[in-house]
């Protein structure tokens, strides 16, 4: 069944000639419109993080060269809603975890996922060596074996 108990449903039909279902509201149960009972688009899925964990993630991020959250989306994969220093538990410890691995290596903390990069980025890193080089020298740049 659609919508809350109590609340009637009723196509309304337009200028256009469409229809769309709306609810009638009942005046013992209102029936707010545009609201919906099940779970809102774009909610984390688990407890939120710590304040403390996401002061650490943030130091550490800081640590790795980002000015913050926002900058290190690109490089870390962060989406929009992490960007925002919003992170669950699991996310904060996950990311948390990555960055004191590549603090204790001494590498970069992650790859760009693949999904991330360009097509040209794409072609360029399946491309061997030899023929990079050689078309670089072809148009003017010098090309040397680390």
């Keep these: 069944m659609l919508g809350r108990p109590g609340c009637r449903l009723m196509n309304v039909w337009d200028a256009f000639g469409s229809t769309t279902v709306v609810s009638a509201v009942n005046r013992a149960l209102p029936c707010p419109i545009g609201k919906t009972d099940s779970v809102a688009f774009g909610q984390q899925s688990g407890p939120q993080a710590s304040a403390k964990q996401v002061q650490e993630l943030l130091?550490?991020?800081k640590d790795a060269g980002h000015a913050g959250f926002r900058d290190a989306r690109g490089p870390m994969g962060f989406t929009q809603r992490q960007a925002a220093g919003k992170f669950t538990r699991d996310e904060a410890a996950e990311f948390i975890g990555q960055l004191q691995d590549a603090e204790f290596n001494g590498s970069t903390p992650t790859a760009v996922p693949a999904w991330r990069v360009s097509a040209q980025?794409?072609?360029?890193?399946?491309?061997?060596?030899?023929l990079l080089a050689t078309e670089l020298r072809r148009r003017g740049w010098s090309a040397t074996e680390p």
């Design 59 to 61: 130091g550490l991020l």
């Design 121 to 130: 980025e794409q072609m360029i890193q399946h491309m061997p060596a030899g």
